[in-house]
């Protein structure tokens, strides 16, 4: 679909909304070469190196399309409400449009301290919108911002409520648990072509959060890739908080005497028993993070890791919303904001998955502009 048309979809679905969403231009894709790194707001294709002894592009086949759509943050303020409308409209005007949404986190904006009313507030937004989707198929990573009460001072929570931590995003998604995995297409013998695993990547840290996996889901992890090299399939791993990730020392990390300090939340923590686990597959091929809201890209041991941007760019908020905001809760030692890259424009992912491993990561703003 050519720019024009694209737009102009995008438009004629927006404009059901009441309020009018304003769709900006500039849906062009930027190259994003294999290991660089994109900090900015430009859309970005990444095609994955060719698996050893595949076929060539011309002949491989795709086995599905898939939305990643993360960190939509939505709540009331910031005409966020609108923003991920607009971005549903996006996803629908797409005329190749995606098998499966995969919602990559962080949802809804701030819950861990904040009150239950206010929480309900968040969620309810969050059902309204996700019914512009339609039938398509859905699935869930848990984001930091989609759990309730951890801080319990600041939410005036106890721990004891039915929908408490993570329990309300699962009544949200109608799941279990807060991982899973699902399998796409078929080889020639009959075995699924791809699998892709979604992991929580969220655990809890004195009142806060770090980037973890539990011992629990850790052994389900390593038992799905397990199966998987049985099957002969493809494997997408699908996180919140990335696995690997260059961005969040740009854009994030404090600044010492000592060196570059990385917040518990910034990356996974236990990164490096993670890595020796993905070192025994070889055919793990992709992992998708958000979560840092910029486009970011590492090749690394075979296995390709993508920061994906976000639905809602810097928080639905302007750069220069962000920088000051940024510049009141500065360290000593911190570099200005203003310094600092930014973050991603408005946008969701869609990836391509071939039955020879290869797949394509292509980032699409869909022209939002922060007010």
């Given at each position: 679909m050519s720019d024009t048309?694209?737009?102009?979809?995008?438009?004629?679905?927006?404009?059901?909304?009441?309020?009018?969403?304003?769709?900006?231009a500039g849906l062009g894709a930027a190259a994003l070469a294999a290991g660089g790194l994109g900090l900015g707001g430009c859309a970005a294709t990444g095609a994955s190196a060719s698996a050893q002894g595949s076929a060539p592009p011309s002949a491989r086949r795709r086995v599905s399309r898939l939305c990643h759509f993360t960190d939509s943050?939505?709540?009331?303020?910031?005409?966020a409400v609108e923003g991920v409308a607009a971005a549903m409209a996006a996803v629908n005007a797409e005329r190749d449009r995606p098998d499966r949404v995969i919602f990559g986190g962080d949802m809804i904006m701030h819950s861990m301290d904040q009150t239950e009313q206010r929480t309900r507030e968040l969620w309810s937004l969050w059902t309204k919108a996700t019914a512009a989707l339609g039938p398509i198929p859905t699935h869930y990573c848990l984001g930091n911002h989609d759990i309730?009460?951890?801080?319990?001072?600041?939410?005036?929570?106890?721990?004891?409520?039915?929908?408490?931590?993570?329990?309300?995003?699962?009544?949200?998604?109608?799941?279990?648990?807060?991982?899973?995995?699902?399998?796409l297409g078929r080889t020639p013998r009959g075995t699924p072509s791809w699998r892709v695993v979604l992991l929580d990547t969220i655990s809890p840290r004195e009142n806060t959060y770090e980037g973890r996996?539990?011992?629990?889901?850790f052994e389900w992890f390593a038992g799905e890739l397990k199966a998987s090299g049985a099957e002969g399939?493809?494997?997408?791993?699908v996180t919140h908080?990335?696995?690997?990730?260059?961005?969040?020392?740009?854009?994030?990390?404090?600044?010492?005497?000592?060196?570059?300090?990385?917040?518990?939340?910034?990356?996974?923590?236990?990164?490096?028993?993670?890595?020796?686990?993905?070192?025994a597959h070889p055919n793990v091929r992709l992992c998708v993070s958000g979560?840092?809201?910029?486009?970011?890209?590492?090749?690394?041991?075979?296995?390709?890791?993508?920061?994906?941007?976000?639905?809602?760019?810097?928080?639905?908020?302007?750069?220069?919303?962000?920088?000051?905001?940024?510049?009141?809760?500065?360290?000593?030692?911190d570099p200005d904001p203003a310094t600092r890259p930014a973050r991603a424009q408005s946008g969701y992912t869609l990836i391509d998955l071939f039955d020879?491993?290869?797949?394509?990561?292509?980032?699409?703003?869909?022209g939002w502009k922060p007010v």
């Open positions: 048309l694209h737009r102009q979809a995008l438009e004629n679905a927006a404009n059901i909304s009441r309020r009018g969403v304003l769709l900006g943050h939505i709540r009331p303020e910031f005409n309730w009460g951890w801080d319990k001072a600041a939410s005036k929570s106890t721990g004891n409520e039915p929908l408490w931590g993570k329990r309300w995003a699962l009544d949200i998604q109608q799941a279990s648990r807060t991982y899973s995995s699902f399998t996996l539990d011992d629990e889901q399939s493809h494997v997408m791993i908080i990335p696995i690997l990730s260059i961005s969040m020392v740009a854009v994030d990390a404090r600044h010492r005497a000592e060196g570059l300090v990385l917040g518990r939340g910034a990356m996974m923590m236990d990164v490096l028993r993670i890595l020796e686990l993905l070192r979560h840092i809201h910029t486009l970011d890209r590492i090749e690394y041991e075979g296995v390709t890791y993508v920061c994906n941007g976000a639905v809602s760019g810097g928080w639905w908020r302007t750069r220069e919303a962000n920088i000051e905001r940024s510049r009141g809760r500065m360290q000593p030692g020879d491993g290869t797949f394509e990561n292509t980032y699409r703003p869909f």
